[in-house]
T-cell receptor, first 113, second 111 residues
């Protein structure tokens, strides 16, 4: 079964803690993306990666970090520097190039207590 | 950065009726895509239309693109309860390899 998975589905974090969200795909896609979704805000791009060992900042990268050591995996760390981390986080993957469909994972809902 | 903007923000129609959502964008695009998101889930790709195309169909979906007005519309015919979801347009340009999503239209199909 090909697809993209995210874990965990729900995550609770205390203020001041770093937390890492997992994203794995077995679609053999080179490109992977992290988005943040807030109510009424649509999707905002945090980081994206077009190839292993390379990634670029999106529109709201401050307070987040990523790594791309394997083609299949693109974990996102929400650091304590992110001032308002409570949100729904979506990971996506696609073939490289413009005008290609992105495939989304089921999302992780992060709540800071 | 916001490129596409959907209209209306929310739409409620009776089952069986047609639903029309619009997307306007600011700068020239290469492609425009529409996605659906069920509550609390990831997005699912519906259809892509290229800048040199004016209309595309996929099942009960019809998408139009008017590059002179920088707008697109998504028509869902004979709506069903399962069509209840949020619908997003997403655009890409020559400037980079990202796609930019709008804020979405929340569609509610009434039984």
């Amino acid at each position: 079964d090909g697809g993209i998975t995210q874990s965990p589905k729900y995550l609770f974090r205390k203020e001041g803690q770093n937390v890492t969200l997992s994203c794995e795909q077995n679609l053999n896609h080179d490109a992977m993306y992290w988005y943040r979704q807030d109510p009424g805000q649509g999707l905002r791009l945090i980081y994206y990666s077009q190839i292993v060992n390379d990634f670029q900042k999106g529109d709201i990268a401050e307070g987040y970090s990523v790594s791309r050591e394997k083609k299949e995996s693109f974990p996102l760390t929400v650091t304590s520097a992110q001032k308002n981390p409570t949100a729904f986080y979506l990971c996506a993957s696609s073939a490289t190039g413009v005008g290609v469909e992105q495939f989304f994972g089921p999302g992780t809902r992060l709540t800071v207590l | 950065s916001q490129q596409g903007e959907e209209d209306p923000q929310a739409l409620s129609i009776q089952e069986g009726e047609n639903a029309t959502m619009n997307c306007s964008y600011k700068t020239s695009i290469n492609n425009l895509q529409w996605y659906r998101q069920n509550s609390g889930r990831g997005l699912v790709h519906l259809i892509l239309i290229r800048s040199n195309e004016r209309e595309k169909h996929s099942g009960r979906l019809r998408v139009t693109l008017d590059t002179s007005k920088k707008s697109s519309s998504l028509l869902i015919t004979a709506s069903r309860a399962a069509d209840t979801a949020s619908y997003f347009c997403a655009t890409d340009t020559n400037r980079d390899d990202k796609i930019i999503f709008g804020k979405g239209t929340r569609l509610h199909i009434l039984p």
